[in-house]
């Protein structure tokens, strides 16, 4: 019935003689001509009943579907979502009808076109299949992977039947609802004056200027924020610009210890974990200071040496303070001294702090006034609960 030369295109089926033909050619085994099939005999009288009354042309039959139509329609849809896209506030490229300004362009001017209008639209205003990806770090978006399957695919086309259904993947993807013509003020909830319509470049948020306190007399030129995400971004800089600072400073600090302390031992001249001294450049082992360490020393610190050659006795008393911090207080006068711990709060007390005071230090397993009722109460049901289990019996 086709013609052998012809390519895929549209074609009228003038007779019901050509209309049972066709249903007699369809493989009942294929899956799209299965298909087919079953919709002619669905539909059948009513597809007769068409074929009867149509009138048919005298003139031959003409190719419907050719490729210069298919290429110019291309063009056009092409240049109507560039204007459209520029229209609407969210993208589009200047002057498309130039860039396309051959009668029929070819397949790759048209997928280079394609592309070009991609890329002019921001990430924002992308949505699902190619939806884009939200950065609360920097408040911005951007492209997934599925933006570059397609631009590669683009690129790769041969046929116009390609770039068509690629062409419109990306017209469903495009968030036309964002359009200017959508926005309204958010403070007066009218449109008015677009040419006075401020756009939050973050969020889209529309103000008229004349409506923002204080009100601003032109529109401006470079990026504005409405006064929602105006602080927002002003924090978020601060934090990038203190941690930046912070690490800068972290490691100038780390570099002057570095230069001013040696990476080894001053006794056994052995690298490994060593403890700096803030008067000197000597660094030590803890067993190997004089006298032995047992543990890394807080705050500023003097080894023995510069102990030794101020005259002072700073190491006895950081010794005698850290040993003092060690040792927990009386839980009632908050004092040190000799103390006894509870075995099941672990709370310390003073001998003559416990109510009762004690005489004499009590056993391992002590426990204090405060804990020792709750143990009484324990005890007490369990009992109880057995003395019922036994009488049940």
């Not at 003409?62 to 063009?75: D, M, V």
């Not at 979502?81 to 229209?87: A, E, I, Q, R």
């Not at 889209?204 to 401006?220: A, E, F, N, S, W």
């Not at 006894?340 to 004499?360: A, D, N, W």
Request: with cysteine; aromatic share 6%.
């Amino acid at each position: 019935m086709v013609p052998p030369e012809s390519g895929v295109a549209w074609y009228v089926v003038p007779s019901l003689t050509h209309y049972e033909d066709l249903k007699a050619s369809l493989n009942k085994r294929g899956v799209r001509e299965k298909a087919l099939l079953q919709t002619f005999n669905r539909e059948d009288e009513r597809i007769k009943s068409a074929i009867r009354k149509m009138t048919v042309p005298r003139r031959p039959l003409r190719l419907i579907g050719n490729e210069e139509a298919s290429t110019k329609c291309l063009k056009k849809d092409i240049i109507t979502m560039d204007n459209s896209l520029g229209y609407a506030g969210l993208g589009g490229i200047t002057n498309m009808a130039k860039v396309l300004k051959q009668d029929l362009p070819t397949v790759k001017e048209l997928s280079s076109a394609m592309m070009a209008i991609q890329e002019s639209v921001d990430a924002k205003y992308i949505k699902k299949p190619m939806c884009s990806v939200y950065n609360p770090s920097d408040l911005t978006f951007t492209y997934n992977e599925r933006v570059q399957v397609w631009k590669k695919m683009t690129e790769e086309a041969t046929t116009l039947s390609d770039l068509h259904m690629l062409l419109s993947v990306f017209d469903n993807c495009i968030k036309w609802e964002r359009s200017l013509e959508n926005i309204t003020c958010k403070s007066c909830k009218k449109k008015g004056d677009e040419r006075k319509l401020l756009i939050c470049d973050v969020c889209d948020t529309g103000y008229h200027c004349g409506c923002l306190r204080p009100p601003l007399k032109k529109v401006p030129q470079d990026e504005w924020l409405c006064p929602d995400c105006a602080p927002a971004v002003e924090i978020l800089k601060s934090d990038a610009e203190s941690d930046q600072e912070g690490g800068e400073q972290i490691s100038e600090n780390e570099q002057e210890e570095d230069e001013d302390n040696d990476d080894y031992c001053c006794v056994c001249e052995s690298g490994g974990e060593l403890i700096l001294c803030d008067k000197c450049p000597s660094a030590f082992h803890l067993h190997c200071h004089d006298p032995p360490l047992k543990r890394v020393p807080r705050g500023d610190w003097a080894c023995y040496k510069c102990m030794e050659h101020d005259g002072t006795e700073e190491s006895e008393e950081s010794d005698e303070e850290e040993s003092e911090d060690e040792v927990d207080n009386c839980s009632v006068c908050d004092k040190g001294g000799s103390l006894i711990v509870c075995h099941e709060c672990e709370q310390t007390f003073h001998m003559k702090c416990h109510t009762p005071p004690l005489k004499s230090v009590p056993g391992k397993r002590w426990k204090c006034f405060r804990c020792k009722p709750i143990e009484e109460k324990k005890s007490k049901k369990r009992s109880n609960s057995s003395v019922n289990g036994g009488k049940a019996g």
